[in-house]
């Protein structure tokens, strides 16, 4: 019930684009821009193509942080909405949504359920990912498994010193005694576990994968 509810708020979010051209992606955009397709077939039996355009610096410079994104419909603006996003489109919906790091979610939704992510552009930072899962699939597994190492050491240094905070509060304190984290990590060390966290949410978000307690170590 609540996601309907969310997805039909995200529906009324859609404004009707201006027909302007979709610009080419350039291999400079790799880090600042997401660019996925869609071709379906209308009813009529002519295959149309829909593209999801998402400008990374825009959202970073929005009041809201979360930014837009364009729908265009065989190379025009079609359609555009704030994130995350639900456009209507032939026999279904496209969703969008954004984590601090790229989209986490760009995919089509049938009316039957069934879920399909969109191609991305060869150029950008996802499709060049996506082709060295193709070409190199144990090279691409491995990198997968250091980013979600880069993840979870992070996560288990953490829990001992939330521990130890939450046994500061004088409700556990009188209850349990204190704790104290057998874990302090000098100043050097914390920054290179959150730049290698970031580093591996940045490659995470390149595969549109998504964890909220993983992925939320990576945000910091």
Known sequence: MLKEWRRSRAVHRVQPGNGRSLKRFRWWQSLSRALFYLPLKND???????AIDVNHVQRFLSDNGKGKAHLYLDGRHHAESKLPAVFPVQGGTIEVAPTAFGLKRCHYVTAEGAEHQLI?????????????????????????????????????????????????????????????????LPGWLNITLAVG???????????????????????G
Request: glycine residues 6%; proline residues 7%; charged residues 20%.
């Open 120 to 184: 991305p552009d060869r150029s950008s930072g996802e499709g060049r990912r996506a082709h060295l899962a193709r070409e190199h699939p144990a090279l691409s597994r491995w990198i997968a498994f250091c980013s979600l190492i880069l993840l979870v050491i992070p996560l288990l240094l953490l829990i001992p010193q939330l521990i130890e905070v939450a046994f500061k509060f004088p409700p556990v304190t009188q209850r349990f005694g204190t704790f104290t984290s057998p874990i302090h």
């Open 44 to 50: 009529d039996g002519r295959q149309v193509v829909y």
């Open 197 to 219: 966290a970031a580093a591996a949410g940045w490659e995470r978000a390149l595969r549109l994968r998504y964890n909220w307690l993983l992925d939320s170590m990576a945000k």
